[in-house]
C-alpha cells in the first residue's frame, strides 16, 4: 500500500498562508496614498515629501 498523501487538506492551507504577488507594498502615512512597490519606490511619488518610514503602513 503507497501511501501518497496523508493528509490532502494541510497542503491546501499551506498554499493559503502564501501571500499574493509577494510584492511588498506600502501606503505613505503622510498623505495616506498608495499603493508604493517598496522595492521601487522608497519615497511617497504623491506628496513627494515623505520617505517610507516605520509609521508607514505596509503590506
Ligand atoms: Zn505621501
Ligand atoms: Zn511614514
Redesign the pocket.
Known amino acids: 500500500m503507497d501511501i501518497v498523501c496523508d493528509n490532502p487538506l494541510r497542503k491546501t492551507k499551506d498554499s493559503l498562508g502564501e501571500k499574493k504577488g509577494g510584492k511588498p507594498i506600502w501606503y ?1 502615512c ?2 495616506g ?1 498608495g499603493p508604493m512597490i517598496i522595492n521601487t519606490t522608497p519615497s ?1 511619488i ?2 513627494n ?2 520617505t517610507r518610514c516605520g509609521g508607514c503602513d505596509t503590506a
Do not use: G, P, T
Request: glycine residues 0%.
Open positions: 505613505c503622510q498623505c496614498l511617497c504623491f506628496c515629501q515623505h
